[in-house]
């Protein structure tokens, strides 16, 4: 991850530029490694970044060394500011791409000449991004190296502890300051101990920090100018080593380079038979009921792949044991320090053998299945005590689809509305203990649909609901099709009507004549708790209307739920004698009462004679 900003065509000793005397470290190393790979039969890849204001990715992977030497040589001319966070993140995006490739050690060396910047001063927020980037990328298995040649770099230095105003002794909360009038070379003098700092976070030195734990503070009036830098968080070392380097000529640079080549080509850890292959069964399958083990003879290399033997013969020695509890499958015994694989034969005919270890496993009980899904977790891989040394390619299957799905039986009311989404019970995603089984299913695009009668007037069962269920990842098994049964109960109005008697010359109030409304379904009633919906407000036509009658009258009652005629799904009653329980001559009867009126004529034979007639004038509400 080279500087490429401006103040790399500054001078560096020896008549050469900083740029010219980075180009001439870095063509050394690339010679270094290809010596490497050559003398091992090694497969060593680089990819170059470089970084100013802004980020490339330069040179790709690759183990074209020429072409990097080349590539290195026409760098172009330094220009812009030192933003290195975007250098490291395009660093992180190169690591990121590569992490499917095992057996190799992984090394990020960022070379520069300033501190952080996105024009001439210290910025703490950029510090913070890259160290948070580099942290990122420790924590993937690589190694950070850091080379820095500004004036005063120094891998010793942490903050400021002394030649400034105040100074710090290295406390959260303590700070140190200073006043200038010129730079100190292209690093102020405050920003020095900063840059130091930076450097030192960045590196795998400090494999936990997380950001630079600085606040700054400073101004510039003309060539005055003042900085403050205040501890905010400080921490730990983890390296036993030095990953931060510095040097104040191409000579020293060179040597660095040099220096890294041979750490990163060195193994990390020498196995032996107590070494061990631990595979953790991810949540998604049982344990296996048995373990295997054989080994493999190696024949040789082609190319850049071994070749082996078609005969796997039975290791015995092994000890293989499996925890269901931790969900882990252990094998040790093999003397890797004995049969480790080389491209050329030990005494002639050995190649080395590679040890394999097999056993099967099947989906868990309540896994809703998907493409892709990893049979082990990462935590698997070989083991040299506690300390995972390399861990493996976590091999993916595909699991047919099996997702529980219910439909719902529903109740309406007459002339109420059925949606699909009433007749199913949404599949969702699962929580808690049971989150592990939806994690390779699509679930928020799954869908569903049904054929049925959404206004029915009769019950339907079996109504067939179907929801598709797309896998989250593409591969053997494409989205599929599951069924439930639903019904729909309809409950329907029961009316009972009374008849009712009115005098002759009073008018029908047919409200007192409608004594009940309930809902059933064959003998059941509804249960409003479980209907879906409110019952429907009803209105009533009659016929004929109520009015003044001189004679008993049979009304017939016609029944609307909103603008809907439910006349004909009505179950109506009366218990009057009239209709005895039945509604074939009208609903109900209204009964009028007229009165027989005798009038006596007496006392007046003796006055007005026997033929005297009498006019009779008869009153009453209503009647004319």
């Known amino acids: 991850v080279l500087d490429q900003s401006g103040s790399m065509d500054d001078f560096f000793g020896s008549g050469m530029t900083r740029q010219e005397a980075m180009k001439a470290a870095v063509k050394n190393f690339i010679s270094s490694v290809r010596n490497d790979a050559s003398a091992n039969g090694a497969n060593h890849r680089i990819a170059i970044v470089t970084f100013s204001e802004d980020a490339q990715i330069y040179r790709n992977f690759s183990a074209d060394y020429p072409e990097f030497e080349s590539a290195v040589s026409n760098l172009p001319n330094p220009r812009g500011s030192t933003n290195t966070a975007k250098g490291m993140l395009k660093a992180k995006t190169l690591i990121d791409g590569i992490s499917g490739q095992k057996g190799r050690n992984r090394a990020v060396i960022v070379f520069t000449d300033g501190v952080p910047s996105s024009g001439s001063d210290f910025d703490a927020s950029i510090a913070t991004d890259a160290i948070s980037i580099s942290k990122a ?200 320090d004995q049969q480790y694989v080389t491209a050329v034969p030990r005494n002639g005919t050995d190649y080395g053998s590679k040890f394999v270890v097999t056993f099967t496993v099947s989906p868990r009980e309540g896994f809703w299945g998907g493409n892709k899904v990893p049979t082990n977790t990462s935590a698997s891989g070989l083991y040299s005590g506690s300390s995972l040394v390399e861990d493996f390619n976590i091999p993916e299957v595909d699991v047919p689809i099996n997702v529980p799905f219910t439909a719902k039986d529903v109740s309406i009311y007459l002339s109420g509305t059925v949606k699909v989404q009433d007749l199913y019970y949404p599949i969702s995603e699962q929580e808690g203990a049971d989150s592990w089984k939806d994690d390779f299913i699509d679930v928020i695009g799954i869908s569903y649909a049904a054929s049925f009668d959404s206004q029915p007037s009769q019950a339907q069962t079996s109504v067939p609901v179907t929801a598709t269920i797309p896998p989250l990842h593409s591969g053997t098994y494409g989205s599929k099709q599951v069924s439930a049964a639903a019904s729909i109960t309809v409950y329907k109005p029961e009316i009972t009507f009374a008849d009712s008697t009115i005098y002759y010359g009073e008018k029908a109030d047919y409200a007192k004549n409608l004594t009940e409304v309930s809902w059933k379904h064959g003998l059941a009633s509804a249960d409003p708790a479980s209907m879906l919906g409110a019952a429907p407000e009803l209105t009533y036509v009659y016929s004929p209307e109520a009015a003044w009658f001189d004679a008993d009258t049979a009304v017939d009652v016609g029944v609307r739920a909103g603008n809907r005629d439910i006349t004909g799904n009505v179950t109506f009653i009366n218990g009057g004698n009239t209709h005895s329980g039945s509604a074939q001559a009208g609903e109900f009867a209204v009964k009028v009462k007229t009165c027989s009126l005798t009038i006596s004529k007496s006392g007046c034979d003796g006055t007005y004679g026997d033929d005297q007639t009498f006019i009779i004038n008869i009153k009453g509400a209503n009647l004319s």
């Open 137 to 336: 990328i420790k924590d993937a298995g690589a190694t950070v190296y850091t080379i820095g040649i500004f004036g005063g770099a120094n891998p010793n230095q942490l903050y400021g502890d002394q030649g400034f105003a105040h100074n710090s002794d290295g406390t959260v909360g303590s700070y140190w300051d200073a006043r200038r009038i010129l730079f100190w070379g292209d690093v102020t003098k405050a920003a020095v101990p900063a840059g130091n700092r930076f450097l030192n976070y960045l590196s795998s030195n400090y494999g936990g920090a997380t950001e630079i734990g600085l606040s700054r503070y400073g101004y510039d009036i003309g060539f005055w100018a003042y900085e403050k830098y205040t501890i905010t968080m400080n921490f730990t070392r983890t390296a036993a080593g030095n990953y931060y380097l510095t040097a104040k000529n191409s000579e020293e640079l060179n040597s660095i380079f040099e220096s890294i080549s041979s750490q990163i080509g060195s193994p990390d850890t020498l196995l032996g038979d107590g070494a061990a292959i631990r595979d953790v069964i991810s949540d998604y399958f049982n344990m296996p009921d048995s373990v295997s083990a054989y080994t493999v003879a190696c024949t040789g290399k082609s190319g850049d792949t071994y070749t082996w033997a078609d005969t796997e013969i039975p290791f015995s020695s092994a000890e293989l044991t499996i925890d269901t509890a931790a969900k882990t499958v252990s094998a040790s015994g093999f003397p890797y």
